[in-house]
């Protein structure tokens, strides 16, 4: 029977692993996904670090790494980490999809672009990354290419919330009141929580 993750005895037997073998790549993975799930980062950053050092191919300990990084609230690491997943798995979607996100953060928006549209590529169903392409676009105030991905997006995702808003938001800037409106209801529709600003704001052209 296998022993549970995180549990004291799977524990026990990574570090008895690390203990015959140093640099044992799978138990220092095993180790920090045990300390990141108990909310211990930069044990875990250390962890996972180690383990790249000892595997050219361990892209899952970069992907955990930008997480640490995210929450953390350091974007520049969470770029860091992901371009080293993606260095190591060139198709792993989810990696430039959390680079799109933290370069738009940063508004860095063509470098946003670029990783997101990478991102869509791969894996047209990641919603989100169409959802912030659409900001991407919209911070370079290329309105019509925000519009376009958004209507892209609904034949993917067509009930994704937050891609709807954002959706709305570029059909406002846009000055289509009556398609903005149409979305920002539907958004609401979903149970996304449109900005009471947003929604007042509207109300004038309904």
Known sequence: ??????????????????????????????????????????EAIEFFEE??????????????????????????????????????????????????????????????????????ELNPGIAQAWSNLINAYIQKDELDQAVATGEKMLAVAPDFPL????LAYAYYLREDYPQAIRFVDRAAELGFAVHPEFLKELERYR
Request: proline letters at 3%; one cysteine or more; aromatic letters at 10%.
């Open 51 to 120: 383990a790249i050092n000892n595997s050219g191919r361990m892209f899952e300990a970069c992907v955990n790494l930008g997480y640490i990084y995210f929450k953390l609230g350091n974007l520049e690491k969470v770029i860091e980490a992901n371009k080293k997943a993606v260095a190591i798995e060139p198709r792993y979607a989810r990696g430039y999809a959390n680079l799109g996100f933290a370069y738009l953060e940063l508004v860095r928006a063509d470098e946003a672009i670029e990783a997101l549209e990478q991102a869509i």
């Open 1 to 42: 029977m296998k022993t549970p993750q995180g549990s004291r005895e799977f524990i026990n037997e990574q570090v008895q692993m690390l203990n015959e073998n140093p640099e044992c790549a799978n138990a220092q993975y095993n180790l920090g996904v045990t300390a990141m799930q108990t909310g211990q980062y930069e």
């Open 163 to 166: 891609g709807i808003n954002n």
